[in-house]
């Protein structure tokens, strides 16, 4: 998953990005809203944590801009403010869900599953292909009852593919969701992650199939 961090506390940026890194999702870090506008305007995102209070505005007027565009992406909102009339405030300008400063990074963590998930239309962590499950909050791949743990990358990569069977996605799509604009990698590090869950594929009744041209699907063999 790509994510979009607007937040001007640097030392709280750091840890953020540090942390969800960690998890396998590539993370961009603004410090203004002009700055996020320009992330925005560039690429595509599964979600984005946004500050309130920035140097150069306030968050809620960007959450308002960005709903008034039909703008889909997740928005979890990160404020020091505990008062229910500003969380009331925040959710019906359209955030999906805020956090309170200062908070506990597994609450985070936690709280972008549990957005990720409703946003897919999804009340589970895990899913199912054929023989093969892929459960998120485990980290595990589990095909005919064995389970693999997976490393950060490998199960951010298999959540695109199992969430789409059948989609073919181009190297430059996985590349914007696997990676943030400071990672200096170039699309043969995707074909480095495919290797790799191929390698965990094997034996299963599902596998990555290489389309000429296009890129990769995931298909089932039954």
């Not at 925040?90 to 869900?97: H, N, P």
Request: proline fraction near 2%; charged fraction near 30%.
């Amino acid at each position: 998953m790509r994510f979009l961090l607007i937040e001007d506390n640097a030392s709280l940026a750091g840890a953020v990005v540090e942390r969800l890194q960690m998890d396998g999702h590539a993370v961009d870090h603004a410090d203004t809203l002009d700055a996020a506008r320009a992330c925005i305007a560039v690429a595509d995102y599964d979600l984005i944590l946004l500050d309130i209070m920035l140097p150069d505005g306030d968050g809620r007027s960007f959450l308002e801009a960005h709903r008034q565009a039909e703008k889909q992406t997740p928005v979890i909102v990160t404020t020091a403010r505990s008062e229910v009339s500003d969380r009331v405030g925040l959710l019906d300008l359209g955030a999906d869900d805020y956090i309170t400063k200062p908070f506990d990074f597994s609450e985070l963590e936690a709280r972008c599953r549990a957005v990720l998930r409703r946003r897919g239309g999804a009340a589970v962590n895990s899913v199912t292909v054929a023989d093969a499950v892929l459960d998120s909050a485990a980290g595990e791949l589990r095909i005919g009852g064995e389970a693999q743990t997976l490393r950060n990358r490998e199960l951010r990569l298999l959540e695109v593919f199992f969430a789409a069977p059948g989609q073919v996605f181009s190297k430059s799509y996985l590349m914007d969701r696997m990676f943030s604009f400071s990672d200096e990698v170039n699309e043969n590090a995707i074909e480095v992650y495919v290797g790799r869950i191929r390698r965990r594929l094997e034996g299963a009744q599902v596998r990555i199939e290489t389309v000429r041209g296009l890129g990769y699907r995931l298909v089932a063999d039954r």
